[in-house]
C-alpha cells in the first residue's frame, strides 16, 4: 500500500478513535458517570481489541498498561457500560459475556466448534418485521440475527481429520459478507 495512503487510512482511524471517544465521554456526562482514567482506559482497550471481548481478555491487556486495577473493576465498568449504551453485550454460546463497541446496526456468525463472533451486514435480514404480538407485549430497541455454524478453519480441520474442542472462544471483526 503506498505510504500517502497508509497515512491517510491512520489518519482517518485517529479522527474516528477520537470521534468515538468524544462520543464515549458525552454519554458518560449524560449518565452522571465521572469519566477517570482507569474508565477511559478501559474504553480505549475496547476500541483496540475489536474482537468482542470478554472482561477477562479486556483485563489480561489492561493489567500490563495498569497492574493494580483488578478484575473487578473492569468487568464492573464494562457492566455500566453496557448499562448507559456505550458498549453492547454479545451474546456467547461459551457462557462467557462479550462486549463490543459497534453500535451500528450489524448480525453475527457464531462459530459452535472455536467460538469466534464474526460480525457481518445484511439488509434482509435488518428489514425482517417484527411480529405484532411481539410489539404488543414488548418494546424492541434493536434486532440482531445470530446465525450459528462452523466457521471455515474448523471445517477444514475437520476434514483433515483432526478433533476440534468447544473453546471459550475468540472473535474478529471481518464483515465477509457485507453489503456496503
Known amino acids: 500500500m503506498p505510504p500517502e495512503i497508509l497515512e491517510e487510512e491512520m489518519r482517518m482511524s485517529d479522527e474516528y478513535t477520537k470521534e468515538l471517544i468524544k462520543q ?97 451486514c445484511d439488509s434482509d435480514l435488518d428489514a425482517v418485521e417484527v411480529p405484532k404480538r411481539i410489539e404488543d407485549e414488548f418494546t424492541v430497541i434493536g434486532k440482531r440475527v445470530v446465525i450459528r455454524g462452523i466457521c471455515r478453519k474448523c471445517a477444514e480441520k475437520d476434514e483433515d481429520g483432526e478433533k476440534t474442542q468447544p473453546s471459550k472462544g475468540k472473535s474478529q471483526k471481518a464483515m465477509p459478507f457485507a453489503e456496503v
Open 24 to 120: 464515549f465521554i458525552e454519554r458518560c456526562r449524560a449518565h452522571s458517570l465521572k469519566i477517570t482514567p482507569q474508565r477511559l482506559a478501559i474504553y480505549r482497550e475496547l476500541l483496540k481489541l475489536q474482537v468482542h471481548p470478554s472482561a477477562d481478555a479486556v483485563y489480561k491487556n489492561m493489567v500490563r498498561d495498569f497492574p493494580t486495577i483488578s478484575f473487578d473493576t473492569v468487568n464492573r465498568t464494562l457492566l455500566t457500560f453496557a448499562e448507559i449504551g456505550v458498549v453492547e453485550t454479545v451474546e456467547s454460546h461459551s457462557g462467557v459475556r462479550r462486549f463490543e463497541t459497534d453500535l451500528e446496526p450489524h448480525h453475527h456468525l457464531h462459530c459452535i466448534k472455536c467460538g469466534e463472533i464474526i460480525d457481518f
